[in-house]
């Protein structure tokens, strides 16, 4: 397996949940992300990843869908979850040991560090951390180099529901109309958007040439 030199994506995501003290456990992000409610059978289904493939899982928290992933592109295929929390991918490190994982590879993103990564992957997968990001439209542009030619990266996201909701009192989501303006700004073409979602965004993009 090629190796994969991760000096590139300066994530400004401290905002994340999980780099502050008093931050969920990651059993429950797993917790949350495994519930029917939020259809992550379907949301796997729809990413249609087949053995070989190379994925990233941007803001893997406990791992959840890093491990599905994982079983989907088999051997001859890669998992790289990233993080900004150690203690997130040190439960990540210890649950691959339980599941017998061995094409994951957990990596930790520091603020301001620069990807010279020469391996590029087939799928970039964004769940919930959309909105976490900072200056988006430079952010993604750079993340273009990460993908394959006909590579495609996913977004899903929170929409805005009830004033006193904590995800929109927090502001803890993205307005549709916003990701699709700032994706097109960066250079992506949006393929396919889902709708299954309870108030959530489901949008998968490619590249423009």
Known sequence: MRAIHWFMIFLSLLTLAGITSGSPR???FNKVAADPYYKPDKIISKLNLKPGDFVLDLGAGGGYFS????????????????????????YI?????????????????????????KTRVDLIFLRNVYH???????????M??????HGRLVIIDHLEGD????ITKYKHFTPRPIILKEMKAAGYSRVKEWYFLPNQTFIIYRMEK
């Open 163 to 166: 004033p006193d909701d904590f």
């Open 26 to 28: 990651p059993e429950t």
């Open 67 to 90: 491990y599905r992933f994982a079983d989907l592109v088999g051997n001859k295929g890669k998992v790289f979850a990233l993080d900004v929390n150690p203690s997130y991918l040190n």
């Open 132 to 142: 976490h990001i900072d200056n988006r439209v430079s952010y993604f542009k750079q």
């Open 93 to 117: 490190r210890k649950e691959l040991k339980k599941r017998k994982l061995n094409n994951v590879r957990p990596v930790l993103v520091e603020k301001d560090s620069i990807s010279r990564q």
């Open 144 to 149: 273009r180099r990460l993908l394959k030619p």
